[in-house]
Nanobody
Framework: QVLLVESGGGSVQAGGSLRLSCVASRYTASIGWFRQAPGKERERVATIESDGSTSYADSVKGRLPISKDNAKNTLYLQMNSLKPEDTAMYYC????????????WGQGTQVTVSS
């Protein structure tokens, strides 16, 4: 079991920045950020693996870098050049080493970008 707690969401104008954080109860090899906007399906934003390799959705490449601090079991999402279409609930999720799926989820943090 992994407990995940996100923070850092808020309201910002287009072009602004936010930094999301996710504290995990223990180390996980594969972890990432997902988001869900009202009326839309949840989508993967970015993930990071144990070797530091990263993967991004095309819509956020170059704007929302993901990083982690293994010593603090903390995941980050630096959100730059925000757009109204980035408005969503952002979730931190960790991959289970048993199932291979993202089975562990935080409660989410809301990001709202106004034009």
């Amino acid at each position: 079991q992994v407990l995940l707690v996100e923070s850092g969401g808020g309201s910002v104008q287009a072009g602004g920045s936010l930094r999301l954080s996710c504290v995990a109860s223990r180390y996980t090899a594969s972890i990432g950020w997902f988001r869900q906007a009202p009326g839309k399906e949840r989508e993967r934003v970015a993930t990071i693996e144990s070797d530091g390799s990263t993967s991004y959705a095309d819509s956020v490449k170059g704007r929302l870098p993901i990083s982690k601090d293994n010593a603090k079991n903390t995941l980050y999402l630096q959100m730059n050049s925000l757009k109204p279409e980035d408005t969503a609930m952002y979730y931190c999720a960790a991959r289970s080493s048993i199932s291979g799926f993202f089975d562990y989820w935080g409660q989410g943090t809301q990001v709202t970008v106004s034009s």
